[in-house]
């Protein structure tokens, strides 16, 4: 079974742009979620997205979105990026049983 | 709500050395508990996790980890670490909320 895949990998950014990542869950995993990794912070929960639908949410500010589609992808926009959006974004899928998360490699993005 | 602590930030240990890396978590109730590996450039692995019936737990690559109830604890353990256990690990704890939260990571450095 294929992993949870990521695009792009790599971004550059500068300040005030906006960016759109993209993660396909493992099939049949129907949960999404997003989190952003940065050093000493650890893992911070961003949202996460069940049946198209947005079930739980972390503390980050309105300018970080995102969506599910039918196909059970999803997507995070972040609008307005500033410095401190640099990270690496990593999606998981969690299992059916919802026990279980699986991630993908993630999205290093760069704001300059 | 819910929140992991990991002591040990970044730990340095020799070939053949014994690991042992601290998760301290807060919540009253039942929790499901887990320990993930990130490697150099690799994205993040489940390296165990434990869910209910025997408190020590046996994961990939020769890891453990014991969950002592009474002390809110689910350490992780290698009895010797070998250059590749180089890595990142995260201990996570999902409580109240099926969305698992994360410790900050250790970092742990094995010198050949």
């Known amino acids: 079974k294929a992993g949870v895949t990521q695009t792009p990998r790599y971004l550059i950014k500068t300040r005030g742009q906006q960016v759109t990542l993209s993660c396909s869950p493992i099939?049949?995993?129907?949960?999404v979620s997003w989190y952003q990794q940065t050093p000493g912070q650890g893992l911070q929960f961003l949202f996460e997205y069940f049946s198209e639908t947005q079930r739980n949410k972390g503390n980050f500010p309105g300018r970080f979105s995102g969506r599910q589609f039918s196909n059970s992808r999803s997507e995070m926009n972040v609008s307005t990026l500033e410095l401190g959006d640099s990270a690496l974004y990593l999606c998981?899928?969690?299992?059916?049983?919802?026990?279980?998360?699986?991630f993908g490699p993630g999205t290093r993005l760069l704001v300059l | 709500a819910q929140s992991v602590s990991q002591h040990n930030h970044h730990v340095i240990l020799s070939e053949a050395a014994s690991l042992e890396l601290g998760c301290n978590y807060s919540?009253?109730?039942?929790?499901?508990l887990f320990w993930y590996v990130q490697y150099p450039g690799q994205h993040l692995q489940l390296l165990l996790k434990?869910?209910?019936?025997?408190?020590l737990v046996k994961g990939i690559k020769g890891f453990e980890a014991e969950f002592i109830k009474s002390k809110f604890s689910f350490n992780l353990r290698k009895p010797s670490v070998q250059w590749s256990d180089t890595a990142e690990y995260f201990c996570a704890v999902n409580g109240g909320s099926y969305i698992p939260t994360f410790g900050r990571g250790t970092s742990l450095i094995v010198h050949p």
């Open positions: 434990y869910f209910s019936g025997d408190p």
């Open positions: 998981a899928s969690m299992t059916p049983n919802q026990e279980t998360q699986y």
């Open positions: 919540y009253g109730g039942t929790v499901n």
């Open positions: 099939s049949g995993h129907r949960s």
